[in-house]
Antibody, heavy 113, light 112 residues
Framework: EVQLVESGGGLVQPGASLKLSCVASGFTFSDYWMSWVRQTPGKTMEWIGDIKYDGSYTNYAPSLKNRFTISRDNAKSTLYLQMSNVRSEDTATYYC??????WGQGASVTVSS | DIVMTQGALPNPVPSGESASITCQSSKSLLHSNGKTYLNWYLQRPGQSPQLLIYWMSTRASGVSDRFSGSGSGTDFTLKISSVEAEDVGVYYCQQFLEYPLTFGSGTKLEIK
């Protein structure tokens, strides 16, 4: 069974950094592009970016490119999202996805002082 | 960016009736390879989104044949025949023709 489990969310102050992780199981992680998508409290879905199966290439939403970094460790079947200088508008549930066909349960991030 | 615009449903929809959800893109999603780069998702209450349809009209694994996708290059429809209680939730369309990938704002389905 394909499973994606995010962790690392929580309450963080504006301007701080946060790193989310997503552990994959049930498939060969190194064979797939992986993505991060977030959903705001108002239920708007926003694609953050993706990373090639070998980690050699990434794409980002232009509005997030300067603050968010996606990486992966294929040996650990783990996807990461490094968020820096977070803002209140980054408050959302963050989903790890395998292409489009598998989603994690989401990690909630709240940015507030 | 490609803008995805979704229509609303005349909720609630009577159980057993059909429902059609529309989605429009600001640019054609039809690639020169003949494929249309559109996905449909369902997010049930309290759950993560799940893929229903990809390439505009191909059902994802395990998805009921009550769900069907159709459309042209810019206008798309997700049809649910004979809606059931388990179909309740928010439906999203998404284009994956070009970066950044973009979603519609969602269409809520309620059942009567």
């Amino acid at each position: 069974e394909v499973q994606l489990v995010e962790s690392g969310g929580g309450l963080v102050q504006p301007g701080a950094s946060l790193k989310l992780s997503c552990v994959a199981s049930g498939f060969t992680f190194s064979d797939y592009w992986m993505s991060w998508v977030r959903q705001t409290p108002g239920k708007t879905m926003e694609w953050i970016g993706d990373i090639k199966y070998d980690g050699s290439y990434t794409n980002y939403a232009p509005s997030l490119k300067n603050r968010f970094t996606i990486s992966r460790d294929n040996a650990k079947s783990t996807l990461y999202l490094q968020m820096s200088n977070v803002r209140s508008e980054d408050t959302a549930t963050y989903y790890c996805t395998r292409a489009a066909d598998a989603w994690g349960q989401g990690a909630s991030v709240t940015v507030s002082s | 960016d490609i803008v995805m615009t979704q229509g609303a449903l005349p909720n609630p929809v009577p159980s057993g009736e059909s429902a059609s959800i529309t989605c429009q893109s600001s640019k054609s999603l039809l690639h020169s390879n003949g494929k249309t780069y559109l996905n449909w998702y369902l997010q049930r209450p309290g759950q993560s989104p799940q893929l229903l349809i990809y390439w505009m009209s191909t059902r994802a694994s395990g998805v009921s044949d009550r769900f069907s996708g159709s459309g042209s290059g810019t206008d798309f429809t997700l049809k649910i025949s004979s809606v059931e209680a388990e179909d309740v939730g928010v439906y999203y369309c998404q284009q994956f023709l070009e970066y950044p990938l973009t979603f519609g704002s969602g269409t809520k389905l309620e059942i009567k």
